[in-house]
């Protein structure tokens, strides 16, 4: 069973650009969240993605977007970098929308420069 | 809203010594699920223990056991003869109607030798 990946491992933007993001969740599960983790804090919800509609989203403005394709795997797209979005961007997945139990990827350590 | 709220940023003990870390949370919700998750060095959130809160039982899973006490909303970790590999970040997360983890701010364990 292969456990959640995510792509690439760290990335160095400056201001202004646009980043992507990818995850591949666990084999079987339809649920993807995506959380920012700033440094020495708690992750917070960005969103949710349930069978590639999103469902749910934290307080996060519409630069963070996303997709989830019919495999499952996902993207989070970052418009209009600013330096605050530098952070540990985490991915979960979960088997089902109602499912508690998320697992989680190792992360992508972004810097905006 | 849910909240979770940690107030030990730092502790320390020796290795073979037993520790207990607090969380609290808020929620007028009555079925949930509450989580200890352990983010070591290397990034990656692993999933420690997870507590039903309709279940009156303490969850247990090896030298991790929680004290979980509904009505004062409290969801404490006791790690039992702890070891150097117990060093981490860990955060306490609450899970409700809206499907999403709601994070505390967590709490560094240092494990001396």
């Known amino acids: 069973e292969t456990g959640v990946t995510q792509s690439p491992t760290h990335l160095i933007k400056t201001r202004g650009q646009q980043v992507t993001l990818r995850c591949s969740s666990q084999?079987?599960?339809?649920?993807v969240s995506w959380y920012q983790q700033a440094l020495g804090q708690g992750p917070q919800f960005i969103f949710q993605?349930?069978?590639?509609?999103?469902?749910g989203r934290g307080n996060f403005p519409p630069r963070f977007s996303g997709l989830q394709f019919p495999n499952y795997s996902s993207e989070l797209n970052v418009n209009a970098l600013e330096l605050d979005d530098s952070a540990l961007y985490l991915c979960?997945?979960?088997?089902?929308?109602?499912?508690?139990?998320?697992?989680f990827g190792p992360g992508t350590r972004l810097t905006v420069l | 809203a849910q909240t979770v709220t940690q107030s030990q940023p730092e502790m320390s003990v020796q290795e073979a010594e037993t520790v207990t870390l607090s969380c609290t949370y808020d929620?007028?919700?009555?079925?949930?699920?509450l989580f200890w998750y352990k983010q070591p060095p290397s990034r990656q959130m692993i999933l420690v223990i997870r507590?039903?809160?309709?279940k009156q039982q303490n969850a247990t899973e090896n030298r991790f056991s929680v004290n979980f006490q509904k009505a004062a909303k409290s969801f404490s970790l006791k790690i039992s003869d702890s070891q150097l590999g117990d060093t981490a970040m860990y955060f306490c997360?609450?899970?409700?109607?809206?499907?999403?983890?709601?994070w505390g701010a967590g709490t560094k364990l240092i494990i001396k030798p």
């Open positions: 993605y349930y069978r590639e509609e999103e469902n």
């Open positions: 997360a609450f899970f409700g109607s809206n499907y999403q983890l709601i």
């Open positions: 084999s079987g599960h339809n649920t």
């Open positions: 979960a997945s979960s088997l089902g929308l109602t499912a508690d139990t998320q697992y």
């Open positions: 507590q039903e809160a309709y």
């Open positions: 929620t007028s919700e009555s079925n949930y699920y």
